[in-house]
């Protein structure tokens, strides 16, 4: 029987800046805006024979990297079934309600999400960090993000190999 135990990373440094606007129907949308969002991750891992269960440095600088590649970026939602975005020399044009916005192209990441919302970034951001690297000690990862005091969301990933 292995034995298991939770880790939790959450640095002050681990946050980006980013602009958004959700998109709620065909015709409503919430207008242009931004967060200071904050991420952390929670995992469950066997604890090795040398007195620890992951490297904690590991975690922390693969969290600070996939912040850093959203900071300070408008973020839009590239599955939105209620827009349409394309990309126009060094812009991006948003359609949405017969209307047109267009975007600095470097500036501007085109995330694969169907909005841009707490939940939806926990998956993103999950996923990123799932596909960076993997250790098999690892049972369960938790990552949250947070968009302010109070509004947090949270996704997970289990092993295959249960717990």
């Known amino acids: 029987m292995s034995r298991l135990t939770t880790l939790r990373i959450g640095k002050q440094s681990h946050k980006f800046s980013a602009a958004h606007y959700t998109v709620f129907s065909s015709t409503e949308r919430e207008r242009l805006h931004g967060h200071n969002y904050f991420v952390s991750i929670r995992m469950v891992a066997e604890m090795g024979p040398q007195g620890f269960s992951a490297d904690y440095n ?11 590649e959203l900071d300070e970026y408008m973020l839009l939602a590239a599955d939105c079934p209620h827009q349409s975005i394309e990309q126009q020399d060094e812009f991006i044009k948003v359609g949405f309600a017969g209307k047109d916005q267009y975007y600095r192209a470097d500036e501007t990441l085109i995330l694969p999400v169907v909005n841009v919302t707490v939940e939806e970034l ?14 098999p000690s690892v049972v369960e990862i938790e990552l949250s993000v947070s968009s302010g005091p109070g509004q947090e969301a949270s996704s997970i990933w289990r092993s295959s190999k249960g717990m």
């Open 122 to 135: 926990s998956h993103y951001l999950l996923n990123q960090l799932c596909a960076r690297f993997h250790d």
């Open 58 to 68: 590991v975690y922390k600088n693969t969290l600070q990297t996939l912040c850093d």
